[in-house]
């Protein structure tokens, strides 16, 4: 299989196309949002992004993934600097793990 190289053109086209399809209905912005990920990490990276879990964690796991202790990781968040949608299920705290990989994955870019 030979290695192409995707243009940022192109990329904009197909952008373009998907907020249409997704204006007009016939995909869910999730989808169209899922799709330009994907696109975009084909473009730069040379492969689809990686396939991560569905799954809710805790700030304990979410300490372990950032090498954080839990001080400094609430100091971030408050500061902004880690912004990681927070899921409230009454008074604990979970992440999505899909948000938290795609945060790492934006820090590296």
């Known amino acids: 299989m030979t290695n192409i190289k995707i243009q940022h053109s ?28 994907n696109l975009k990490h084909l473009r730069e990276k040379g492969s689809l992004a990686p396939v991560v879990p ?13 090498s954080l202790s839990l001080s ?12 990681i949608p927070i899921l409230r299920i009454g008074s604990t705290l979970r992440y ?5 990989y795609r945060f790492v994955e934006e820090l590296h870019d």
């Open 54 to 66: 569905n799954r809710l964690i805790d700030r304990k796991e979410l300490c372990s993934i950032l």
């Open 10 to 37: 192109t990329l904009r086209a197909i952008s373009r196309f998907l907020k249409i399809l997704a204006d007009s209905d016939t995909i869910s912005v999730q989808e169209m949002n899922e799709i330009n990920i």
């Open 96 to 100: 999505r793990l899909h948000d938290v």
């Open 72 to 83: 400094n990781l609430k100091r971030l968040e408050k500061s902004g600097e880690i912004n």
